[in-house]
């Protein structure tokens, strides 16, 4: 799996956060106060302004500690209600459209098809929840406020907190319910839709000298796709990997009547617990360095050279005989750079290393043969023979008294390339339930769900429906883009270290009209600078509306999930902290706008 | 005006447009009983005019039509989006969401034919590359040949996928540096063939070649039929066939597109190709020769094919032999019309060069200074008595008249002649009809057959076996090029001159001397420059192994070396073997699918001021 940064460990991601989120809160609840006092002063005069928004203020303090649960129960069934009456259900029937016809739209011969029916159900069931959520918070409020049905529940004692409060919890809840029902579906879908079983014919049963027993079998060819399994004196084996998952092949019967049954498919739906090292290259003398790059456009991997020094070495902690007692299992992907074509039918030769962190002792190398674009994986037994006949425990002869231990990976072909990333390699900790991990994927869609709810709620406080259906959605489009609208910002401000061609929304235009290149400078003479200085002023506006959007694209845990790896405890907690966060403070916000709106009324 | 004003206006506006739009989008009726056929409004007639009715392009999905409509105008943003997607999955190595992005664009745009093309291309030839494994390298081929045959699915009779198909199947599979693997790799497997059988007629009897399997070369060679017959159904033109009709109406578009010489030597190259591979997996005798012999018949039949030239008027490749006889037969009468004439013509010109140039003529052929070289041309071209100049001497009326019919007729045939000969020239004619020729040869198939049982001996130690087959290779070798001279130039000897030092290297390691009287002497002198005689040397160090010094052994069995046409012209020699592939095709492709409109005049008498 592709992981550009490994996140970092919950508390230590807690406290960086806490300081540039109360930095954050402060600025945007003095920003708040500020434009409340001016938009009172500007109705009110200046006193009169000041007065109305101390009040607010101070009673928006001390009503929060007055919010009663019951009657933002109340006001939550009211906005549950509100919803079914709105047809939410709707919603739901067009998701098992969805799935009644995804069939038609996915690829059959996907190499992956794992990935590719998790990632279809998590992200239309993304998509659907967030329209359905966008539509029903924007539209609650106007509505009452316009029908003045507003009035029925505003003379009962009930506090604009426990309104704007209810409300998101009413909604909240009708979309969790949506949720829950669709992940149960979607589940379903994806187990039914890969389950399935080969049969074998016996006359495929044929000998093969790169197995040991002699004999390869080969199944019959369901969902596109077949196995081949050895067959030796064991009743039991497995067959090879194909489009993620593999096979367990039984032999019953003896001679003429001897049958194979395949079982169900392994490995298809599964939640591994990779732990990762820190890694960093040799280059060929054997020197701490810098990866080479092989001209490849993507970054990701660095790339070392074979038949030298060059090497890449993982540095795992936490490596113990208490948590590993009987060997390691480690997994790795790399990618393969050839500079001569050598041997076709083969793969790059390499080899593994273990290494003691602070003393010389290494293991002789275990060597392996490239497969590129795949997982591959060994399993390394606590107890090994050395060529001179002793035995050591790889614990106590690599490993230091902290657990940790490297892992030095070569590529022996001289002449080649081997490319690795940090998450390239890991040790295999364990596997968790699936299902609890596919249920992880619904909680990252869950809290995307609550804060598109908090903002809609937000802006229909002070908006009409329409425009705050605009603002809510420009919020949330901009939530998916916050990182690439913060980048081509920096790059219009500073166009000598641009990251992003083509200039800001006027340049772009002018480009577009004129089919001009991106790489070719725009030339109007004065004209460009007026441009350029536009574009900066509006950027400046984006960057800032960036800034304070949530991070859409960060509340991702359908990437682990497809991808067959557990989402760790770290990433969940985090998101679910910081959706959290955001959602507290869009709520303030939405209830000193309705407060301010009353003010005005 | 009020409001509810406003709006009824605006309804009334509205239907009023729908009065417009309804009249030209009605649909057409067939002719019923008791009624007669309606052609329908504007829209219909010119659906059913350019055939651009969903049906009548191909294949319907209801995938592809449910998103198009479901995306409400939207497609053209979600394709772009969609492109802009997989551009970034394929930049990540993320194939399958890549390939699963390729799919949805081609639901939403299914008749865009560039879309198959590119992204298939994008599969067969970039994705495929990105694989270490040469398996995995074959599957990415295959399913961007899978991609493009889905798009013969809903885009029927397109002749440019089609064609496309046949290249893939051809030179991806059979001209890849994995040729090897990859074509053993389809021979075997039987879930393709069943994919392909569905397309191809009489797949299992037309497509197979050694082992009674299915070849990719015959299977390309099938495709390129299918792609022809669209053609030559009348149901699409090169260019493609849902703009065939609007082409018709604008002639100047009719030479864009892919020039009907490549289109239609497809079929030939790709047996040529099946004969040529033959020999370098071992195959030989009557397999290979009959191979060589149904290659050599196709290629003669696309030499009698009837081809569109850029000036709009059909020529055949077999035809110029018989043009150039019949201009020099009508050059001849047209001198005898009033004998000496054309001499004194001539005289006339001679004389009227200036010094310099008379000088540079007269000198005889070894005296020209270097400085002369270019005058002589000059002076040669100047000298040249064209046609008209002898139909402005006669004074004769009637002679004249006559003078002048014939003076047309050798201008027709020369420009003729001069478009057959640069047609010819894309496609490597000359080689590749006599490469036919030879290869059928008996002595061709001992020359090869006996280099390779030689090569394999040498390479897995019967080393006086070895020397045996190379020995009667060499005798056959000598035959051939005592019955093609010209062969010995060509650039595909050097694949010889290479065997020549291997056997040099074995003889090294027999401890025996170099024949004095080695046959293929002239040969190794004209590649080598002299710089390499072992024969003249006694006790001399051998040639190093050159097969040992690669890693995958001698080479195999060279090319049979043949000159291309002795008529083209310098700078076309290129390396014959790659005249069938991308590298030539595609170098010949600008000139072939641009105007061939000059016509040189070196050689030909001038005519242009009777046209």
């Given at each position: 799996?592709?992981?550009?940064?490994?996140?970092?460990?919950?508390?230590?991601?807690?406290?960086?956060?806490?300081?540039?989120?109360?930095?954050?809160?402060?600025?945007?609840?003095?920003?708040?106060?500020?434009?409340?006092?001016?938009?009172?002063?500007?109705?009110?005069?200046?006193?009169?302004?000041?007065?109305?928004?101390?009040?607010?203020?101070?009673?928006?303090?001390?009503?929060?500690?007055?919010?009663?649960?019951?009657?933002?129960?109340?006001?939550?069934?009211?906005?549950?209600?509100?919803?079914?009456?709105?047809?939410?259900?709707?919603?739901?029937?067009?998701?098992?459209?969805?799935?009644?016809?995804?069939?038609?739209?996915?690829?059959?011969?996907?190499?992956?098809?794992?990935?590719?029916?998790?990632?279809?159900?998590?992200?239309?069931?993304?998509?659907?929840?967030?329209?359905?959520?966008?539509?029903?918070?924007?539209?609650?409020?106007?509505?009452?406020?316009?029908?003045?049905?507003?009035?029925?529940?505003?003379?009962?004692?009930?506090?604009?907190?426990?309104?704007?409060?209810?409300?998101?919890?009413?909604?909240?809840?009708?979309?969790?319910?949506i949720l829950l029902a669709m992940g149960v579906f979607s589940y379903w879908f994806v187990v039914r839709g890969l389950a399935h079983n080969h049969v074998v014919n016996t006359d495929d049963i044929r000998s093969s000298e790169l197995i040991e027993g002699g004999l390869e079998g080969e199944t019959l060819k369901n969902k596109n796709h077949f196995h081949s399994f050895p067959v030796d004196a064991n009743d039991q084996s497995k067959t090879d990997m194909r489009m993620g998952h593999w096979h367990g092949v039984t032999r019953q019967g003896e001679g003429e009547n001897t049958s194979y049954r395949v079982g169900p498919a392994q490995d298809g739906l599964v939640a591994r617990v990779p732990q990762y090292g820190k890694l960093r290259f040799l280059d060929r003398t054997g020197a701490l360095a810098e990866p080479i790059s092989v001209g490849y456009e993507w970054t990701y991997r660095g790339y070392f050279e074979g038949g030298t020094l060059a090497a890449a070495i993982w540095r795992l902690e936490g490596i113990t005989p208490e948590k590993f007692s009987d060997g390691l299992e480690i997994f790795w992907s790399i990618s393969v750079f050839r500079t001569h074509k050598g041997d076709i039918e083969k793969g790059v030769s390499g080899s593994w290393t273990l290494a003691h962190p602070e003393n010389d002792n290494q293991?002789?190398?275990?060597?392996?043969?490239?497969?590129?674009?795949?997982?591959?994986?060994?399993?390394?037994?606590?107890?090994?023979?050395?060529?001179?006949?002793?035995?050591?425990?790889?614990?106590?002869?690599?490993?230091?008294?902290?657990?940790?231990?490297?892992?030095?990976?070569?590529?022996?072909?001289?002449?080649?390339?081997?490319?690795?990333?940090?998450?390239?390699?890991?040790?295999?900790?364990?596997?968790?339930?699936?299902?609890?991990?596919?249920?992880?994927?619904?909680?990252?869609?869950?809290?995307?769900?609550?804060?598109?709810?908090?903002?809609?709620?937000?802006?229909?406080?002070?908006?009409?429906?329409?425009?705050?259906?605009?603002?809510?959605?420009?919020?949330?489009?901009?939530?998916?883009?916050?990182?690439?609208?913060?980048?081509?910002?920096?790059?219009?401000?500073?166009?000598?270290?641009?990251?992003?061609?083509?200039?800001?929304?006027?340049?772009?235009?002018?480009?577009?009209?004129?089919?001009?290149?991106v790489s070719v400078d725009l030339d109007l003479g004065f004209a460009t600078t007026v441009i350029q200085a536009l574009d900066a002023v509006i950027m400046a506006f984006m960057w800032a509306f960036a800034v304070m959007v949530p991070d859409f694209s960060r509340f991702d845990m359908v990437r682990y999930v497809a991808e067959g790896f557990n989402v760790p405890a770290d990433v969940w907690c985090q998101q679910l902290v910081a959706g959290l966060a955001y959602s507290f403070v869009v709520t303030c916000l939405g209830y000193f706008l309705l407060r301010t709106r009353e003010i005005a009324a | 005006m009020n409001s509810f004003q406003w709006k009824v206006l605006y309804i009334a506006l509205m239907a009023a447009l729908l009065l417009p739009i309804s009249y030209i989008s009605r649909p057409s009726t067939p002719p019923r009983k008791n009624a007669e056929s309606d052609p329908g409004g504007w829209l219909a007639q010119k659906r059913a005019q350019y055939d651009l009715a969903q049906a009548n392009l191909g294949e319907i999905d209801p995938a592809s039509e449910t998103m198009k409509l479901a995306l409400l105008g939207m497609r053209g943003v979600a394709a772009n989006i969609l492109w802009t997607k997989a551009n970034h999955y394929k930049k990540t190595e993320d194939w399958p969401k890549m390939m699963a992005t390729l799919e949805q664009i081609t639901n939403l745009q299914p008749n865009f034919i560039s879309v198959w093309q590119f992204q298939g291309w994008n599969v067969s030839y970039n994705v495929s590359v990105e694989f270490d494994n040469y398996l995995h390298r074959y599957f990415w081929v295959k399913r961007g040949i899978r991609f493009l045959i889905e798009g013969t699915r809903y885009n029927r009779d397109e002749p440019r996928l089609l064609w496309d198909v046949a290249w893939f199947f051809g030179q991806k599979i059979g001209r890849a540096d994995e040729h090897k693997q990859f074509r053993e790799e389809f021979r075997k497997d039987d879930d393709f063939h069943d994919f392909v059988r569905d397309y191809v007629i009489d797949f299992d009897n037309r497509s197979t070649g050694p082992f009674n399997k299915p070849d990719n070369w015959r299977v390309s060679h099938q495709w390129y039929l299918i792609a022809q017959e669209t053609v030559d159904s009348g149901r699409a033109t090169m260019r493609g066939r849902s703009l065939q009709s609007m082409i018709e109406e604008k002639p100047h578009e009719r030479n864009k597109g892919k020039s009907p010489v490549l289109f239609h030597s497809g079929p030939g190259m790709a047996l040529i190709n099946y004969s040529a591979a033959l020999a370098d997996e071992g195959i030989f005798d009557e397999f290979s020769e009959s191979a060589w012999a149904e290659a050599g018949s196709v290629w003669r039949s696309f030499g009698n094919r009837e081809i569109r030239t850029s000036r709009d008027f059909y020529i055949r490749l077999n035809e110029q032999e018989e043009l150039e006889s019949e201009v020099r037969e009508l050059t001849k009468q047209l001198g005898e019309l009033q004998p000496g004439l054309v001499e004194e013509i001539r005289l006339e010109k001679r004389e009227s060069l200036s010094e310099e140039l008379k000088l540079a003529l007269e000198t005889p052929v070894d005296q020209v200074t270097e400085d002369q070289v270019q005058l002589r041309v000059e002076a040669e071209r100047l000298v040249v008595v064209s046609p008209a100049e002898v139909v402005e001497r006669i004074n004769d009326e009637v002679i004249r008249s006559k003078a002048r019919w014939l003076a047309e007729t050798i201008n027709d045939k020369v420009i003729r002649a001069t478009f057959v000969g640069q047609y010819r020239d894309i496609v490597n004619f000359d080689y590749w009809r006599t490469r036919c020729t030879v290869e059928q040869a008996e002595d061709a198939n001992q020359a090869k057959k006996h280099l390779y049982l030689a090569d394999n001996d040498h390479r897995e130690g019967r080393l006086l076996q070895a020397q045996r087959n190379y020995e009667i290779a060499w005798e056959a070798w000598a035959n051939i090029y005592e019955k093609y001279p010209q062969l010995q130039e060509d650039v595909g000897t050097e694949d010889v001159v290479n065997a020549v030092k291997r056997y040099d290297n074995l003889l090294g390691q027999l401890d025996q001397e170099f024949p004095a009287d080695f046959k293929l002497k002239r040969v190794v002198d004209f590649h080598e420059r002299g710089r390499y005689r072992p024969w003249e040397e006694t006790g001399h160090t051998h040639s190093p192994d050159h097969s040992s010094s690669g890693s995958e052994g001698p080479a195999l069995t060279p090319s049979l070396p043949i000159a291309p046409d002795q008529g083209a012209k310098e700078g076309d020699q290129q390396a014959p073997e790659d005249a069938g592939n991308e590298s030539s095709e595609d170098a010949a492709a600008p000139a072939a699918d641009g105007e061939v409109d000059s016509v040189p005049e070196e050689g030909i008498p001038d005519a242009s001021d009777n046209s």
């Open positions: 799996m592709v992981v550009e940064e490994l996140p970092l460990p919950f508390i230590e991601w807690l406290v960086q956060s806490f300081r540039y989120g109360l930095a954050a809160v402060v600025v945007f609840l003095i920003g708040s106060l500020f434009f409340g006092y001016l938009l009172s002063t500007f109705r009110y005069g200046a006193s009169e302004g000041f007065y109305l928004t101390a009040r607010v203020m101070f009673r928006g303090v001390g009503e929060f500690f007055q919010i009663s649960p019951r009657r933002i129960i109340a006001m939550a069934t009211l906005a549950f209600k509100e919803a079914i009456r709105r047809r939410v259900l709707v919603s739901f029937a067009v998701f098992i459209a969805i799935l009644l016809f995804a069939g038609w739209f996915l690829d059959t011969e996907s190499t992956q098809p794992g990935q590719l029916y998790i990632s279809f159900v998590l992200t239309s069931s993304n998509f659907l929840v967030l329209a359905l959520v966008l539509l029903l918070s924007v539209f609650s409020l106007p509505t009452d406020i316009k029908q003045k049905t507003i009035y029925t529940v505003v003379t009962k004692p009930v506090r604009a907190w426990e309104v704007v409060l209810g409300r998101i919890a009413g909604f909240c809840a009708i979309g969790t319910l293991s002789p190398p275990i060597p392996f043969e490239s497969k590129e674009f795949s997982l591959d994986s060994l399993y390394i037994e606590r107890e090994f023979e050395l060529a001179t006949g002793e035995t050591v425990d790889i614990f106590k002869e690599y490993a230091d008294d902290k657990g940790r231990m490297d892992f030095i990976l070569r590529c022996d072909d001289r002449g080649q390339y081997f490319g690795v990333a940090q998450a390239d390699f890991y040790q295999h900790v364990g596997d968790r339930n699936f299902a609890w991990n596919f249920a992880k994927g619904y909680l990252s869609i869950w809290i995307q769900m609550t804060l598109v709810i908090g903002m809609g709620v937000m802006f229909s406080t002070f908006l009409s429906a329409p425009v705050a259906l605009l603002a809510t959605l420009g919020s949330v489009v901009m939530g998916f883009f916050t990182s690439h609208v913060k980048e081509l910002a920096l790059s219009v401000f500073n166009p000598e270290n641009s990251t992003i061609d083509g200039g800001g929304p006027i340049e772009s235009l002018i480009r577009l009209v004129n089919q001009m290149n | -």
